[in-house]
């Protein structure tokens, strides 16, 4: 019977090493005490591989010094709690501070939105009985522009903040003609909170605002929520003397946004489409700079007629 060779001695000589060493059936923390020099880095470096790691960051290279002070500076301020620490946010602050309380997110939905609150008030002035026609245009430059022909926001002076109406409704939150009441300027309306204009006002990077009122053209332009020109006024040519209405046209703040500065044609549309079906006596006109139309009108009884 042939005899087996033993394996080479500088095997045996490893397998010796590796499997006398009781450190290998204890916890991690006698690894430091192996007796061999080998064994001692061998095993250290399987225990560096399983460290945890944030981002292929080690996590004390993660933390460093200067993260780990201005986390104790934060604590040490949280810690004080005084008059110093209470916040007040006057006019549209809040509004900026705080966008998703308002329109529910800065992302599309939230940009999209803007634009339902000026159809919204358009849409008012219809249910009201005073408006036939919305026309609603995307821009190139990724503004909207919503007119309507309605009675106009009022241009007079208001009596409490002593500045015209049209920078009232524009510039101080819960101002509007739709509570309710003897006072109020609608029987029904969508918004009730007088926030939708100052809204879309302070979450824009420029708003520009046009009112056709008792033969005169009114202007104003605003950003951020500031009036940046005060209110111009012009009479209007004698053929277009009767003209009214009010047209918003509002370019959204890159700086409050975490999306594209893109409306979607198809998004807007569905949302026309379905005031349409509930106000069949208005004409909703959509259209944008590359050339797509669509004309929204309810003929008839559930009579739907698009042309593109």
Known sequence: MALLRPPPLQLRFAARRLFSSPALFSRPSSLPSL???RSRLFLRTRIWSIRPRRNGVGVRAFMSSSITAEALQEKARSQAYGSDQIQVLEGLDPVRKRPGMYIGSTGPRGLHHLVYEILDNAIDEAQAGYASKIDVVLHE????SIT???RGIPTDLHPVTKKSSLETVLTVLHAGGKFGGSSSGYNVSGGLHGVGLSVVNALSEALEVTVWRDGKAYQQTYSRGKPMTSLTCHLLPAESSARQGTCIRFWPDRDV???????EFNTIASRIRELAFLNPEVQN????CFMQ???????GHFQFQILS
């Open 35 to 37: 007796p061999r020099s």
């Open 141 to 144: 430059d990724s503004s909207v």
């Open 148 to 150: 309507d022909n309605g």
């Open 257 to 263: 946004f975490t999306t594209s500065m893109t409306f």
């Open 285 to 288: 006109i959509l259209h944008n």
């Open 293 to 299: 139309l669509a004309i929204f009108v309810l003929l």
